[in-house]
């Protein structure tokens, strides 16, 4: 072949190959070769980003700038740890307003949440939410009570905007609830005047109109009688109470006058119970003591709260008795619970729950929030101390509509404290002062020489004795004078 032969092959050997190239197949091929590329690129920005998810670490677990930060990072990362930790820091703050102004619009949860919120975001409207819904409730319910009972309003400031707002709700639900009573009543009493009236005066009449009894003393006594018929009908016709209307954002109308306690008297305590609570009560006591709290109402509020140490939270391995959310030194369980967005509304949700090494750490941990509160106020449970709770009545009262929603939550804790004797765990645990029982009767191993003629002197207040047989001075209590 000669060399121009051998260079047109060549150049046709070039536009063949371009034709295969430039083929479907080939140029189908080419994404892959791009998705290569991407994937190298992907994950040089991962190895860059070790910053950015050190950052991330910090903000959602609600440590200091820095905490997990790589003191061997270069600028680079140094840059992108600040920036990322920024970010997220004003993430979930956004969304720490949101929960609030839902909160405070009463509003169900995540009304407020876009489609597009970041992990930061969500984290911030969580937490807030929950925190502020309990706060907001714990507001309504002293509003109500101040309401109802006509008096001023009296807001502790301390315990923030989000209490404040759930106060003038229950206070104006109150005044309202108590001027509907008070109208019901007052035309009750209206409409039932008319026949006491009637009745009363009766028998003055026909007492009068009898000879043996027409004595004016005797008509004076009747008509005095018939007076009290007549108040005792009235006051039986005010107070008859109406239902009140139901928009009371849950609560029930009862707060301030019922007295339900009747509805849960002192039990029979149940053996599967009283074992239970030797679990734990023994720490509690110790912890309560030391916390200045009220052993009682731990032990009970973790038998209610447990349900008797038989709920799933409760059991192994978390060891939760109070139901208290987050996480405990780093362990927490995920647990699909219902919860109530304050307006009557359930819904449900994946929630994460303090895990515990044991019953004790759950015990610490929860007197450890009574004594410090949830984050809104340091005093938010100051009135379960024992230094502002005179009683353990006074003290449950207070976790009511504060610690639960449930207004008859003081009410089953009295119950399972009176039925159960637990306010023996409420002094503090001393050792025995009796001192150990000596067996001064026992034979004596080595009898002493004894004269013939001994006085006993007995422990009793009984005159000393004389005693002449030594079998009976053997067996008798008695301080040997040999």
Same mark, same amino acid.
């Given at each position: ?45 991962? &190895? ?39 970010? @997220? ?45 309990? $706060? ?6 002293? @509003? ?27 206070? $104006?639900?109150?005044? $309202? ?6 109208? $019901? ?11 006491? &009236? ?67 008297? &002192? ?37 209610? #709260? ?32 219902? #919860? ?40 938010? *449970? ?9 009683? *353990? ?7 009511? @509509? ?6 008859? *939550?003081?009410?089953?804790? %009295?119950?399972?404290?009176? &039925? ?36 006993? *002197?007995?422990?009793? %207040? ?21």
């Amino acid at each position: 072949m000669t060399q121009k032969n051998v260079k047109f092959a060549q150049r046709a050997a070039t536009v063949a190959l371009s034709s295969v190239l430039l083929s479907t197949p080939i140029l189908t091929a080419v994404p892959s070769l791009v998705h290569a590329v991407a994937t190298v690129t992907s994950t040089e920005q991962t &190895t860059k980003n070790a910053a950015q998810l050190a950052a991330q670490q910090d903000v959602l677990a609600g440590n200091d700038s820095g905490t997990s930060l790589d003191p061997n990072g270069d600028t680079t990362y140094q840059a992108d740890y600040a920036a990322e930790f920024t970010h @997220g820091q004003q993430e979930l703050k956004q969304g720490q307003v949101a929960a609030d102004q839902d909160v405070t619009d009463q509003q169900p949860q995540n009304t407020s949440k876009p489609a597009t919120a970041t992990i930061y975001y969500n984290q911030g409207y969580d937490k807030e939410y929950a925190a502020a819904l309990t $706060a907001f409730k714990a507001g309504i319910t002293a @509003g109500h009570t101040a309401g109802y009972a006509q008096k001023a309003e009296q807001i502790d400031e301390q315990l923030g905007a989000i209490y404040r707002a759930g106060y003038k709700v229950g206070y $104006a639900q109150g005044q $309202a609830q108590q001027q509907a009573e008070a109208n $019901a009543a007052a035309s009750q009493a209206a409409n039932s005047q008319a026949p006491a &009236t009637s009745q009363a005066a009766k028998p003055v009449t026909s007492q009068a109109a009898q000879p043996a009894a027409s004595t004016g003393s005797q008509t004076t006594s009747q008509a005095s009688v018939a007076t009290n018929n007549t108040a005792e009908a009235s006051s039986t016709a005010t107070s008859i109470a109406t239902p009140a209307p139901n928009n009371n954002n849950g609560f029930s109308n009862d707060l301030t006058t019922a007295d339900d306690s009747w509805l849960y008297p &002192t039990g029979t305590p149940v053996a599967s119970h009283s074992e239970f609570i030797k679990l734990f009560a023994k720490d509690a006591q110790k912890i309560a003591q030391a916390k200045g709290l009220y052993a009682s109402v731990m032990i009970a509020q973790a038998a209610l #709260e447990s349900n008797w140490g038989t709920s799933t939270l409760s059991l192994a391995p978390n060891y939760n008795l109070f139901g208290v959310k987050g996480s405990y030194q780093g362990h927490s369980a995920l647990m699909a619970t219902q #919860e109530d967005n304050g307006f009557g509304q359930l819904y449900t949700i994946n929630s994460n729950f303090k895990r515990y090494g044991d019953y004790k750490d759950s015990l610490v941990d929860y007197a450890t929030l009574l004594r410090g509160g949830p984050g809104l106020a340091a005093n938010y *449970y100051a009135g379960t101390w024992k230094q502002n709770a005179k009683t *353990y009545q006074a003290a449950t009262k207070v976790l009511t @509509g504060r610690y639960a929603t449930d207004t008859k *939550y003081n009410l089953k804790l %009295n119950q399972i404290i009176a &039925t159960y004797h637990l306010t023996t765990y409420d002094q503090a645990p001393t050792a025995s002062q009796t001192p150990k029982q000596v067996n001064f009767t026992a034979t004596l191993k080595q009898r002493p020489q004894l004269k013939q003629i001994l006085r006993g *002197y007995f422990l009793t %207040n009984v005159q000393p004795t004389q005693l002449n047989v030594k079998s009976q001075l053997l067996r008798t209590p008695i301080i040997w004078r040999l």
